[in-house]
């Protein structure tokens, strides 16, 4: 089966007074139709800067500096602004951590989901009211029919972002990318929002690109997850496999650090210090200076992901010549 | 430790705010004053060496007592007292300055709370300078030193300025802060949300260890379910100003009484993957402004009926803890 999107070798990098920033380093993922792959790491570890590659939208002097990106097969990397413009919307939609970035607020929700649903669809007006109205009720917005000519400050945060995901979902994508969808939501709406995502991209045939530094939430909702640790992915793997049974020590690090419901013990695992920041990310595995288990090879070398089972790993530890050794 | 060894009372305390339109707006719109109760009638005490959390979600009020307890806003109703002693009676002088240094408060972003163009050592020394007048500027220096340690940084640190440290490390600085004044009562409002997991982990951690070394007690606030009960002893849920229920860490995660906290903790995700069966959690929190009458949650409220739309219900004892819910009186939740 072809991947829906497809990212090879991606590098996207900042140039500056003081040298050249890599925000991406080097990463290649496939997401395969109907999957959600959830993209998880700490903050500035380079998962917004991933998504906004796949959407063309890298703010300059950012940009890809190699690699590729292919969507259904097709390179979009190297498209132009306009022809990018009819992919976002059209095949690929989009959900952002602030409701209000994706929605206009000058205009009723009606207004701006005909607009999107008739740029991209060959229906009339009315057909396309129609299906926005479906799509709204779809999202568990009650009334739809009359609220669909409310403006978006009509709304509450967590009913403007069920919106956003109508607007996502209105010209049938093949792919959604979510930025931190529920990350501003209160908690007993983020749950709520998880839901209506999974289940209208299972329903519309859409795959997922689930950007979060929340481990639940892409406990809860990814089938796949890719771990970034300073613009690189340290592990990749069923999301199951991962959590449970994290290999890279980053992963490790990270699943203990996290309180649970069921945590028992005292004391947290925690990990020493903190990611480095672009400008001195270290020589060899990135991780090095907080890695318990470093050895000579870490401090010189990259390791670049190994398949290990269902998964690959970067991390010398996982390199078949160095099990053997 | 006694469980009869208040520290903190709080007593009936409420605080409104204005959130009128302007008089002329008002004038011409036909429209009354506003106020949001944004914390309504709340009572708990909080015991020596004990840390007590509250929870709720954004707008419940959990900031407002935080500033309503430190000092940083007055009660509309109600009082507090610290160590058997009113905080309402306008304390003067000595005796006030002996009393606040008792009690301490860490915010959310470390950054804002921080002033950015004085160097660690201003910034620690400053209460020092404050409460321990008697110091030599080298004594000072020293203490300051023995404090940056004493959070995980090192004596060298006092030279820099905030804006060169990583988010965990400004709340390090925030703590040696609040130590400074050798505090017996610390208020940590959000102290680790602003944090990346990992680095929250560092800080919850040496949090635990600086209250065991220095018999310290928390007010703990947090959104975080997972993160308060890995913290705190008894455990307060706020739901639109009001205590839904209190009861101890143990208890509350249990057997949640009151309806608001099943569903939080329904909400909460399920990390290790058990497949824990989750309910759906219905509904918003309503506008503050013009909270449903009766128990404020009898909207999303699956067990409502006519008496909760009419009627507030009070906290009371339930057997394990503290629940307000006419349906746990009742016998029927
Ligand atoms: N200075 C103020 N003026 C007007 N309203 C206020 C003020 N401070 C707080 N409020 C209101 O009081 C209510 C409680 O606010 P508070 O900041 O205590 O909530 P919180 O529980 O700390 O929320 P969060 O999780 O967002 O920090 C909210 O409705 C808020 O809008
Ligand atoms: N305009 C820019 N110039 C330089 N560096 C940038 C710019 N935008 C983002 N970065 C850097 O790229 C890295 C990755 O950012 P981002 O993808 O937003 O991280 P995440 O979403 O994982 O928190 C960060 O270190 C960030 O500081
Ligand atoms: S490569 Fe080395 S330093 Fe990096 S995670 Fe693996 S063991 Fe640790
Ligand atoms: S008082 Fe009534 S509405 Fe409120 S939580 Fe209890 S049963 Fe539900
Ligand atoms: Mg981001
Ligand atoms: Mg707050």
């Known amino acids: ?325 | 430790m006694t469980t009869s060894n208040p520290l903190v009372e709080v007593n009936k305390l409420s605080r409104r705010f204005d959130v009128s339109k302007p008089w002329l707006n008002r004038v011409i719109e036909r429209t009354d004053k506003a106020y949001v109760r944004a914390v309504d009638d709340v009572t708990f005490r909080i015991n020596k060496g004990e840390t007590l959390a509250l929870v709720g979600e954004s707008g419940s009020g959990k900031s407002t007592i935080a500033r309503l307890i430190v000092g940083l806003l007055d009660p509309s109703e109600g009082d507090i007292h610290f160590d058997g002693k009113s905080l309402k009676k306008g304390l003067k002088g000595g005796e006030a300055r002996r009393l606040r240094r008792r009690f301490q408060m860490i915010f959310q972003d470390p950054f804002a709370s921080l002033n950015p163009r004085w160097r660690v050592t201003d910034i620690i020394g400053e209460p020092l300078k404050v409460f321990e007048g008697g110091l030599s500027s080298l004594e000072r220096r020293k203490r300051v030193g023995e404090l940056l340690t004493l959070v995980g940084l090192s004596p060298e640190d006092g030279v820099k300025f905030p804006h060169e440290f990583s988010g965990g490390q400004r709340q390090r600085v925030a703590i040696a802060r609040a130590l400074a004044a050798r505090p017996d009562f610390i208020v940590c409002d959000e102290p680790t949300s602003a944090l990346d997991v990992s680095v929250q982990a560092q800080i919850l951690n040496l949090m635990k260890d600086l209250q065991d070394e220095f018999g310290l007690t928390f007010l703990f606030i947090s959104h975080d379910l997972s993160v308060v009960r890995h913290m705190a002893n008894r455990i307060g849920v706020l739901y639109l100003g009001r205590l839904a229920e209190v009861a101890d860490s143990k208890t509350l995660f249990a057997k949640p009484r009151h309806p608001y906290t099943r569903m939080l903790l329904d909400a909460v995700p399920d990390l290790e993957m058990t497949g824990r069966k989750r309910k759906k959690v219905e509904g918003e929190i309503p506008n503050p402004i013009n909270p449903p009458p009766g128990c404020a949650f009898h909207p999303r409220c699956p067990f409502a009926n006519e008496r909760c739309r009419m009627e507030i219900p009070q906290l009371l004892w339930n057997g394990e803890g503290e629940t307000a819910c006419h349906g746990v009186e009742e016998g029927r939740i």
């Not at chain 1, 699943?255 to 990310?281: C, E, F, H, K, V």
């Open chain 1, 1 to 325: 089966m072809q991947p829906v999107l497809s990212v090879k070798n991606l590098t996207v990098q900042f140039p500056t007074r003081r040298g050249t920033l890599t925000a991406v380093d080097n990463i290649s993922f496939d997401i395969m139709p109907g999957e959600v792959l959830g993209v998880v790491g700490e903050s500035g570890a380079g998962k917004s800067m991933t998504g906004s590659a796949v959407i063309g939208l890298i703010e300059p002097p950012g940009r890809i500096s190699s690699g590729e990106i292919l969507l259904q097969g097709e390179r979009i990397d190297n498209l132009g602004p306009d022809q990018m413009r009819r992919y976002r919307g059209k095949r690929i939609g989009m959900v952002f951590q602030d409701p209000l970035t994706s929605l206009n607020p000058l205009y009723t929700v009606a207004e701006q989901l005909i607009e999107t649903i008739r740029t991209h669809m060959p229906l009339s007006p009315a057909d396309a009211r129609k299906r926005a109205i479906k799509l709204l009720d779809d999202v568990g917005i009650p009334a739809a029919e009359r609220r669909i000519d409310d403006y978006p400050h009509q709304f509450s945060g967590g009913m403007r972002q069920r919106v956003v995901i109508a607007l996502a979902l209105c010209a049938d994508p093949a792919l959604v990318i979510a930025d931190e969808p529920t990350t501003a939501l209160d908690v007993s709406v983020q749950a709520q929002i998880i839901d209506v995502m999974k289940n209208m991209c299972a329903e519309y045939g859409a795959a997922i690109m689930l950007i979060t530094h929340d481990m639940g939430v892409i406990a809860e909702t990814a089938d796949r997850v890719a771990v970034m640790y300073a613009g690189r992915i340290a592990e990749i793997g069923p999301v199951r496999d991962v959590i449970t049974d994290a290999k890279h020590p980053y992963t490790a690090g990270l699943m203990g650090s996290i309180p649970t419901l069921a945590t028992n013990s005292d004391r947290l695992t925690q990990i020493p210090g903190s990611m480095p920041r672009l400008s001195a990310i270290p020589k060899g595995c990135a991780f090095n200076p907080r890695c318990p288990h470093a050895f000579d090879r870490c401090f010189v070398e990259r390791p670049e992901p190994i398949a290990s089972g269902t998964r690959r790993v970067a991390c010398w530890l996982h390199a078949p010549e160095e099990q053997a050794a």
